[in-house]
């Protein structure tokens, strides 16, 4: 079992020349075989969670720390804790133009890999074979430069290719399902569950809980102005989903501004 902690993390970002801090102050433990959700309004620090611990040099840590079963991520360039166990899928993934997918996807599970103990071409064609089979992605995909002129579903499910052929302890899914009709989330929540183990973790971000109807986490954390402000099990999403986040919020008593709210706290 694997041990992914986050302490007191508090991350600034400049914008406009001006450093604003965005973190405030985060504490999560995930473990291998868990699936954790974080639900938040928008601009509360979701996505900048998990840039932050993937490593993105935009976001300046100001204090806490990220362990990975002990070792402190923050000291680690992307490509360690790549190699490390952990995966982002991003919200928006980049186009590679002159990279295909199958180039792409062979680099990065070698790169994990000691150089005399490379993965054998046919081993690694028939995962690849499988693996498209299950998210019912053609063969021709992988010929493809990566994410060149891919739909937006396209993008998303060929990040859970990816998630699904690197096999990390640690899966970071940052708004899989925005912009995916019910079949493609069908499909994208299918290869996220197969890979369901004792080995394995999902941190899911999201806004909405039809996701969580297809993956569903043993935990649901909401966010907001930086922090965590409650956790609980599968159906705090379900009350989040009929009451809002200004219903909890009230609830606990914060002064929290939200994104399109009429209120102006602190006034």
Known sequence: ?????????????????????????????????????????????????SETIMGNPAYRV????????????????????????????????????GVTNIEF??????????????????EFLAQL????????????????????G???????????????????????????DSGLDIDALQVVAKGVNSLKSPDFGTLMITHYQRLLNYIVPDYVHVMMDGRIVKTGGPELASTLEAEGYAGLRDELGLTVALTDDDVKWGV
């Open 1 to 49: 079992m694997s041990t992914l902690v986050i302490k007191d993390l508090k991350v600034a970002v400049t914008e406009n020349e001006q450093e604003r801090l965005i973190l405030k102050g985060v504490n999560l433990t995930l473990k291998t075989g868990e699936t954790h959700a974080i639900m938040g309004p928008n601009g509360t620090g979701k996505s900048t969670l």
């Open 62 to 97: 100001v204090s806490g720390s990220v362990q990975l079963d002990g070792v402190n991520l923050l000291d680690q360039t992307i490509d360690q804790r790549a190699r490390a166990g952990l995966f982002l899928a991003m919200q928006y993934p980049a186009e590679i133009k």
């Open 105 to 122: 996807l062979r680099a990065a599970i070698n790169a994990r890999r000691a150089d005399d103990d490379q993965q054998p071409v046919t």
């Open 129 to 148: 074979d499988h693996n498209l089979a299950l998210l019912n992605m053609s063969d021709s995909m992988a010929e493809r430069y990566l994410n060149e």
């Open 150 to 176: 891919f739909s937006g579903g396209e993008k998303k499910r060929n990040e859970i290719l990816q998630l699904l052929m690197i096999q990390p302890k640690f899966a970071i899914l940052d708004e899989i």
